[in-house]
């Protein structure tokens, strides 16, 4: 597709219920990103993949999320027995290079606000 | 760890006008680059402008410019002849270079954002 498509763009679920979130990057993409945006702030970085391979998942708040990216193209994002707490928009983007990075070549999709009641 | 600072949390502007959104941060890296971001409503970030730290020019992209003091930790966004489409959130972020190749695999640390109206 021509931007990184994100789905399902809205989410409602009853606490303790799974959720997974899809991430479509831009063909050929090799980053791929994971943002978690609380109501009113900033994006807060969540994980990072080169590829198949997760780079960085420093900032996955608690074992209860976890994320795939098993061919290097497609990512899900899976939030285990949520929690009124997770309640947030979560943004993936791509990057066509893993280096070079500085020049901000970061492609954002539109979102998934997850609704937890 | 970065963290990064917005201290205007809404502005306003009249069409045509100039407007500038304030940023600091605070680091311990000597070798990083700083943006700003546009998200509208309708939630999709845009990179507005970046700034390589070990430029001593400001960057500039058409109505954009930015205000980079080092030193002070300071990178401000001058938006000149304000359009309505320019209403949006502003996020102003960090991101740190690996290594003296410049490389960084992107990972951002953003502000909190600014609300930016701009009335006709």
């Known amino acids: 597709g021509a931007g990184v498509s994100q789905s399902p763009r809205y989410k409602v679920a009853k606490r303790g219920q799974d959720v997974a979130l899809r991430c479509d990057p831009i063909?050929?993409?090799?980053?791929l990103f994971w943002y978690q945006q609380a109501l009113g702030q900033g994006p807060e970085f969540l994980t990072y993949?080169?590829?198949?391979?997760?780079?960085?998942k420093s900032g996955l708040p608690s074992d209860r999320f976890f994320a795939e990216r098993p061919e290097g193209s497609v990512s899900t994002l899976k939030i285990q027995r949520t929690q009124q707490e997770d309640s947030a928009v979560y943004l993936c983007?791509?990057?066509?290079?893993?280096?070079?990075?500085?020049?901000?070549?970061?492609?954002f999709g539109e979102g998934s606000r997850l609704t937890v009641l | 760890a970065q963290t990064v600072t917005q201290s205007q949390p809404e502005m306003s502007v009249q069409e045509a006008e100039t407007v500038t959104l304030s940023c600091t941060y605070d680091?311990?890296?000597?070798?990083?680059?700083l943006f700003w971001y546009k998200q509208p409503p309708s939630r999709q970030m845009i990179l507005v402008i970046r700034?390589?730290?070990?430029?001593?020019q400001n960057a500039t992209e058409n109505r954009f410019s930015v205000n980079f003091q080092k030193a002070a930790k300071s990178f401000s966004l001058k938006i000149s002849d304000s359009q309505l489409g320019d209403t949006a959130m502003y996020f102003c972020?960090?991101?740190?270079?690996?290594?003296?190749?410049?490389?960084?695999?992107?990972?951002?640390?953003f502000g909190q954002g600014t609300i930016l109206t701009v009335h006709p």
């Open positions: 983007a791509s990057s066509l290079r893993t280096s070079g990075m500085g020049t901000g070549e970061l492609f």
């Open positions: 063909s050929g993409h090799v980053s």
């Open positions: 993949f080169q590829n198949e391979a997760q780079l960085d």
């Open positions: 680091t311990s890296e000597s070798n990083y680059y």
């Open positions: 700034q390589e730290a070990y430029k001593q």
């Open positions: 972020a960090f991101m740190k270079r690996l290594n003296a190749g410049g490389t960084s695999y992107g990972k951002l640390t």
